[in-house]
């Protein structure tokens, strides 16, 4: 099954500096990756994904994302990070499951607090 | 239009109460899904659906009751819940592009 992972519980930045969330990955064959962001008491909104091609990845308000396949990572960068963008951050993988039917399997999460 | 709605936003039901949270989506996909959300826990996946069709069962209790009228609908049937399924309730859907757009969830408390 695939999985990933998120090592830091929560990373706190000063802001205007640059912020990286950690997730590492564990698939068979090639992976579907994703970045989610979560405000209090709110959904879930999609920032970027990872499907194939380039190994840096753009998505919304300035976040991306740099695969690696070699340490099966899947790292969220932002070059300036704003009080905004403080939340709950998620990194997730598509697996198939056993009835041919994708699901979306989430890290545990990383709280990201931008101080002023 | 990228829009999972869900309602009702917050709903508080006793033990012993019959209720129903509802999710839609006019996006015309195909998979939708209901996932279980604890406080600062990520997202527990519950339920697949898959054309109408119950496809995933993430071995869920019976007292949490799937329904999939039609292609634009999902509904999550609650019965006789205990205190510890209190939660965030978020419905998604996804076909085609590869993610999934997620709603803004019903927050649940059981009295």
């Known amino acids: 099954a695939q999985s990933v992972a998120q090592p830091e519980d929560q990373v706190n930045v000063a802001e205007g500096n640059p912020l990286t969330v950690k997730c590492t990955y564990s698939?068979?064959?090639?992976?579907?990756l994703f970045w989610y962001v979560q405000y209090p008491n709110r959904g879930l909104q999609f920032l970027l994904k990872?499907?194939?091609?380039?190994?840096l990845v753009k998505g919304s308000y300035g976040f991306e994302a740099e695969f690696n396949k070699s340490q099966t990572s899947f790292h969220l960068k932002k070059p300036s990070a704003l009080v905004s963008d403080s939340a709950l951050y998620f990194c997730?993988?598509?697996?198939?499951?056993?009835?041919?039917?994708?699901?979306?399997?989430f890290g545990t999460g990383t709280r990201l607090k931008v101080l002023a | 239009d990228t829009e999972v709605t869900q309602t009702p936003k917050h709903l508080v039901m006793g033990m012993t109460n019959k209720k129903s949270l509802k999710c839609e989506q006019h996006?015309?996909?195909?998979?939708m899904y209901w996932y279980k959300q604890k406080a600062k826990k990520p997202p527990e996946l519950m339920f697949v659906?898959?054309?109408?069709?119950?496809?995933i069962n993430e071995s869920v209790p019976s007292r949490f009751s799937p329904e999939c009228p039609n292609s634009s609908l999902l509904n999550l049937h609650l019965h006789a819940l205990q205190p510890e399924d209190s939660a965030l309730y978020l419905c998604?859907?996804?076909?085609?592009?590869?993610?999934?757009?997620f709603g803004q969830g019903t927050r649940l408390t059981v009295v």
């Open positions: 659906y898959s054309y109408e069709k119950l496809s």
């Open positions: 997730a993988v598509r697996d198939m499951g056993t009835s041919g039917t994708y699901k979306y399997i």
């Open positions: 996006m015309g996909h195909r998979a």
């Open positions: 698939v068979s064959g090639n992976p579907y």
């Open positions: 990872y499907i194939t091609g380039d190994n």
């Open positions: 998604a859907s996804s076909q085609g592009p590869p993610e999934a757009f």
